[in-house]
């Protein structure tokens, strides 16, 4: 039982371009959505994370888009650079309940090309 | 700042070996997690630690036995390796504050079971 739905599996995206990759999640009791990014033949790394009270969170060339009622959550990159390929878990956690457990996403191969 | 050190980062192992996966954090986490990645699956939890002496399981328990007998370490053991568990291993580790909902993660080990 998948809990969090990502989409697209894969993107390539000009450099300059905005990447665009969203999650979908089911259980309404999500309370944190963060976003991690991973380097080849590194650990993920926290990017950036937005809570249910806001619908938007910026830093810097980074955005989470939150759509409470429609249970879904996107990242844009903005101005996307080649240093931006990685691969994009989003993640899902009930934090507010005492519970740290992170629930991901398959992830999404982002490729910037020049 | 070591963060979160995994060891080995790489292993081999045959069919019915078995061998142990070191998780060493120097952060002072309460928490402490391994996860599994597969190619299209994400992130899979495998076992959890909310502290030292207690653990717990997670998504995909199965073939897999942990320990936290140390605060700073979470070890992770395969009794009897099949090829089913040939995977990316990632330990990773948190704070008990809801505020700082961040885990950090190791650079990770790759196993091949043949």
Redesign the interface.
Known sequence: QQQVKQSPQSLIVQKGGISIINCAYENTAFDYFPWYQQFPGKGPALLIAIRPDVSEKKEGRFTISFNKSAKQFSLHIMDSQPGDSATYFCAASMANFGNEKLTFGTGTRLTIIP | NAG?TQTPKFRVLKTGQSMTLLCAQDMNHE?M?WYRQDP??????IH?S?GEGTTAK?EVPDGYNVSRLKKQNFLLGLESAAPSQTSVY?C?S?T?D?AK????????TRLSVL
């Open positions: 979160v928490y997690y299209g699956m994400g992130l899979r939890l959890y909310v997670g990632f990773a948190s008990r809801i909902n961040i885990q950090y993660f190791g650079a990770g």
